[in-house]
């Protein structure tokens, strides 16, 4: 039977997180998720980010509520170092604030590894992971960062003052480098997936006009889904990997978002140059996990827009 928290403990305990230091937070923040997960069996939504994982949680969330489930990017050593990096910055020390609501999941990520450390061999962890055309979920990135690199974004986008040219600009020179520590999206699977879970997909056929499959690994079983498939896959795929029926909530679709119509001038104005689309689909992870009429409608997809935009 799972722990069930007072909801004035939970007040008190969050009071103490967010004023305290932060290895001190980080100790209450492991005692928290041990308290709620405690005898359960964890699903993790175990990704890259920008493939649709928000809505296989809320899917999952909705169906079995006292699922002890977690939404991560990292698991591994390099991973977290590069989240607290970017969160921290070069702050270190014992007395440093504890950053939350943004450490909290560098913070999530680190008891997930430790746990799975004490788990392993004793009972199999259920993962889920996803994956999306390469050059879509970068772009798609680049906007929920986007206070990063635009601090007055919502002000410039009211005042109709952003310069969607030197965002072009600024996503095809500078994104890559400064966001992402692998060489592309897809290097995920390799540099998290395979190093924490010991799973290399590309080990045996992806079937790609499924849009599903799952994986066994020690101490782990794996359902990794195409986010082009999740409408019409991901009931029969839960049902498969978690033995009940969920249906599909589409949560936090583009179209919600307070910057979408910025973010479809932005494809418009979005000028992809044959060698980036190359770069992009010519990654063995791409090739291994769609055909190649798939990625030739995704290439067909930027140049179109790439070529309307140019006839403006």
């Known amino acids: ?12 305990i969050r009071k103490l997180v967010w004023s305290c230091p932060y290895p001190i937070a980080e100790s209450l923040y ?3 998720f041990s308290l709620s997960s405690a005898g359960k069996t964890p699903v993790l939504v175990y990704q890259m980010g920008k493939v ?17 489930l977690h939404h991560i990017h990292h698991l591994t050593d390099k991973g977290i170092a590069w989240g607290e990096e ?25 008891y997930l590894a430790k746990q799975w450390a004490r788990d392993k061999g004793r009972k199999p962890w259920k993962v889920i992971t996803l994956t999306r055309d390469p ?67 590309l080990e045996s056929e992806f079937p790609k006009t499924t849009g599903y499959k799952i994986y066994s690994g020690d101490g782990v079983e794996l359902l990794l889904i195409k986010l082009e498939y999740l409408d019409r896959c991901f009931t029969e795929a839960a049902r498969k990997f978690l033995g009940i029926d969920i249906p599909l909530v ?11 119509s910025v973010y479809k001038a932005f494809i418009q104005t ?19 996990l769609y055909n190649d009429s798939e990625i030739a409608d995704f290439t067909k997809k930027w140049k179109r827009e790439t070529a309307e935009q140019q006839k403006t």
């Open 86 to 110: 970017t969160t921290f910055g070069q702050e270190r020390g014992w007395f440093r604030k504890s950053g939350l609501p943004k450490s909290g999941a560098i913070m999530h990520s680190k």
């Open 270 to 288: 979005l000028q992809v140059c044959d060698d980036y689309i190359r770069k992009m689909y010519a990654c063995q992870y791409v090739r291994h």
């Open 1 to 12: 039977m799972r722990t069930q928290i007072p909801n004035g403990i939970k007040l008190m």
């Open 30 to 32: 492991h005692l928290w």
């Open 52 to 68: 649709g994982s928000s809505s296989v949680c809320a899917s999952i969330k909705k169906t079995r509520p006292d699922t002890p």
């Open 135 to 201: 050059i879509a979920r970068n772009v798609s990135s680049l906007f929920e960062t986007i206070e990063r690199w635009v601090p007055d974004f919502e002000e410039r986008c009211a005042n109709n003052d952003l310069d969607l040219a030197r965002l072009s600009e600024f996503y095809l020179t500078e994104f890559h480098q400064k966001l992402d520590f692998y060489e592309m999206p897809f290097q995920w699977f390799h540099v998290e997936l395979e190093q924490f879970f010991g799973i290399d997909i």
């Open 250 to 260: 589409n949560d936090r679709m583009a179209a919600d978002k307070a910057y979408y």
